[in-house]
């Protein structure tokens, strides 16, 4: 598939169960975000709030987008911030299936890479597991720290 840029993937992760809903699109405009939130809206139990963390890439600020999101009283929304998407931890997922299938294997085709991304998310929902924070807060933030001291070594 030399040339060929992957399909971009939405991805919703249930951080308590690990189950995730996936969407593959041809492009990433408003349209296709707004099919994926009527998806994760048609899935997600009407009982359920939803809570929606994401980056702050301008699609998901469109005007149709907010208005979309003004209609739905349970949706409820968290940008991460600027260059801080490792906080989120569908990004951590998107790594995951890069680390386990993606990059394992070579795609003759778009489709065939979807197919790959749909069958792993399948068998991922078969046996779901939450993803957990292995290292402590202070650990992670010394080592925010440790980068800064080496970006910045003036203190400030």
């Not at 987008?65 to 951590?92: D, G, I, M, Y």
Request: with cysteine; net charge positive; hydrophobic share 40%.
């Amino acid at each position: 598939m030399s040339g060929t840029a992957p399909p971009p993937l939405s991805a919703a992760l249930d951080i308590a169960t690990g189950k995730v809903i996936g969407q593959c699109h041809r492009q990433h405009r408003h349209q296709e975000f707004l099919s994926f939130l009527r998806r994760i809206d048609r899935e997600v139990p009407a009982e359920l709030e939803i809570h929606l963390v994401m980056d702050n890439y301008a699609v998901h600020k469109t005007p149709k987008v907010t208005a979309w999101f003004q209609k739905r009283s349970r949706c409820h929304l968290h940008f991460t911030p600027t260059s801080a998407s490792w906080l989120n931890q569908a990004e951590r997922w998107f790594a995951k299936i890069t680390e386990e299938r993606i990059r394992r294997s070579a795609f003759c085709s778009v489709a065939e890479l979807e197919r790959a991304i749909h069958s792993y998310i399948e068998d991922n929902n078969r046996n779901p597991k939450p993803f957990v924070w292995t290292a402590s807060a202070d650990l992670i933030l010394g080592k925010v720290q440790a980068v800064c001291e080496q970006i910045n070594p003036s203190g400030y």
